[in-house]
T-cell receptor, first 110, second 110 residues
């Protein structure tokens, strides 16, 4: 099992550009999540999904959109990137007690 | 906002027990205490969780006070690889969200 994978690992965007981050899991988990982590801080929940075709807002959803068209994939979109969105983005999936995290995507917006 | 309070940092000698405290004085009856850790810049890793009884697994022990207002994570024989940020999280069982605080940075030294 690959677990949770994230694509890409690194990305640099200019202000106003758009991009999509892909999260994939092969554990057949229902729940998936997107977090961001800024330097020196804990993770903050952006959006999450409790199953295929469903999404919901987390703590910091503004400026992001998500889609869960297939159970194994959870996409995070930035329509118009801003410097404040420079961060490390983590995806996770879960079954009951434990969330499994991906390796992260480091995004810089200039 | 995170519902837990943890010390910012702690040190521990290799081979000794690391005891990481956490205060969660506003915890509700149906909320569990979860511990995750984040090594360097990797995705967080689940360690252990509990409701009111003490718990032990292959990684750690969790001691929860009788009034449930605080808990301690114990790494019985810390190694250099246990150097990480440890997050104490209060979570309603089987719900969708983890609210991370800033955690405790544990430094294990030789």
């Amino acid at each position: 099992n690959a677990g949770v994978t994230q694509t890409p690992k690194f990305r640099v965007l200019k202000t106003g550009q758009s991009m999509t981050l892909l999260c994939a899991q092969d554990m057949n988990h229902e729940y998936m999540y997107w977090y961001r982590q800024d330097p020196g801080m804990g993770l903050r929940l952006i959006h999450y999904s409790v199953g295929e075709g469903t999404t919901a807002k987390g703590e910091v959803p503004d400026g992001y959109n998500v889609s869960r068209l297939k159970k194994q994939n959870f996409l995070l979109g930035l329509e118009s990137a801003a410097p404040s969105q420079t961060s490390v983005y983590f995806c996770a999936s879960s079954y009951r007690n434990e969330q499994y995290f991906g390796p992260g995507t480091r995004l810089t917006v200039t | 906002d995170a519902k837990t309070t943890q010390p910012t940092s702690m040190d521990c000698a290799e081979g000794r027990a690391a005891n990481l405290p956490c205060n969660h004085s506003t915890i509700s009856g149906n909320e569990y205490v979860y511990w995750y850790r984040q090594i360097h810049s990797q995705g967080p890793q689940y360690i252990i969780h509990g409701l009111k009884n003490n718990e032990t697994n292959e990684m750690a022990s969790l001691i929860i006070t009788e009034d449930r207002k605080s808990s301690t994570l114990i790494l019985p024989h810390a190694t250099l690889r246990d150097t990480a940020v440890y997050y104490c999280i209060v979570r309603v069982f089987d719900t969708d969200k983890l609210i991370f605080g800033t955690g405790t940075r544990l430094q294990v030294f030789p």
